[in-house]
């Protein structure tokens, strides 16, 4: 019966987003006339195309976010708000000059050898921090309970 399910799933999520892979040629800017309401609608246009939301670049940014988040007191929204715009002007910049293939490929490096070497060096750090604080305060960690002869008062 789960093979079933997930067989309906999988049928439901490609007909979902096979429309979205479909459209690998990019978005058309159509040769308007350059005139009044024709130079507008162009305009126009074209600020929708380049206003899109780049899901490539999500993990970058919240990667992004958690290390600035480290090193200041500002409120995370606030930080990856201004990653995000930064992120996206620079994506825009480079679709105008041709290389936002080559974006996307670097952001998406950039970020798995971020969360790579981060958990390398970040986890074992917060690891030990966080049994320390455990056995301080005679919190259970994975079951275990220190007997109440141990409970320093």
């Known amino acids: 019966?789960?093979?079933?399910?997930?067989?309906?799933?999988?049928?439901?999520?490609?007909?979902?987003?096979?429309?979205?892979?479909?459209?690998?040629?990019?978005?058309?800017?159509?040769?308007?006339?350059?005139?009044?309401?024709?130079?507008?609608?162009?305009?126009?246009?074209?600020?929708?195309?380049?206003?899109?939301?780049?899901?490539?670049?999500?993990?970058?940014?919240?990667?992004?976010?958690?290390?600035?988040?480290?090193?200041?007191?500002?409120?995370?929204?606030?930080?990856?708000?201004l990653w995000t715009v930064i992120v996206w002007a620079g994506y825009v910049a480079a679709q105008r000059a041709g290389y936002a293939l080559q974006f996307e490929t670097m952001t998406e490096a950039m970020t798995t050898l971020g969360s790579v070497v981060l958990g390398v060096t970040i986890t074992p750090v917060v690891a030990g921090r966080l049994y320390s604080f455990a056995r301080e305060n005679n919190v259970a960690v994975v079951g275990y309970s220190r007997p109440t002869a141990e409970i320093k008062n």
């Open 1 to 81: 019966m789960r093979v079933l399910i997930s067989l309906i799933l999988l049928v439901g999520l490609l007909l979902v987003t096979g429309q979205v892979l479909a459209q690998d040629g990019g978005v058309l800017v159509p040769n308007l006339p350059t005139d009044g309401v024709e130079e507008m609608a162009l305009r126009l246009f074209t600020l929708i195309v380049d206003a899109t939301y780049l899901p490539f670049a999500a993990g970058f940014v919240a990667l992004l976010t958690a290390i600035t988040k480290r090193f200041s007191p500002t409120d995370a929204n606030v930080i990856a708000l």
